[in-house]
């Protein structure tokens, strides 16, 4: 299994930004859609955002629309999802994803091949 590299979690406050950063191998970010996940304490992972291998194509969250935006940078091999405007809602351990499936998006977790180790997001009052 090919290994995501993810990071930028930490403690913020409550309507502040957070940026993750996911690095992927170069085989991986070329071909592959791109997504972050999240899980709460005592909740199921659920979808967050995803890319496709273009770019060209996005998809998010009814939750997280308009606070977040995933993007890739192709010199880096790195995906990263800023996060604003954030509440306490979004306190969880975030996970990059690999699927290969580009130019399609799938939200299921179980379709993806590559995860990160996961960075923990809490958002304080």
């Known amino acids: 299994q090919a290994q995501l590299i993810d990071s930028g979690g930490g403690l913020v406050q409550a309507g502040g930004s957070l940026r993750l950063s996911c690095v992927v191998p170069?085989?991986?970010?070329?071909?592959?859609?791109m997504a972050w996940f999240r899980q709460a304490p005592g909740r199921e992972r659920e979808f967050v955002a995803a890319i496709t291998q273009s770019g060209q194509t996005t998809d998010y969250a009814d939750s997280v629309k308009g606070r977040f935006t995933i993007s890739g940078d192709n010199a880096k091999n790195t995906v990263y999802l800023q996060m604003n405007r954030l509440n306490t809602e979004d306190t969880a351990v975030y996970y990059c994803?690999?699927?290969?499936?580009?130019?399609?998006?799938?939200?299921?977790?179980?379709?993806?091949?590559?995860w990160g180790q996961g960075t923990l997001v809490t958002v304080s009052e």
């Open positions: 170069g085989r991986i970010f070329s071909s592959y859609t």
């Open positions: 994803a690999a699927g290969n499936f580009s130019p399609f998006i799938f939200t299921g977790p179980e379709r993806y091949d590559h």
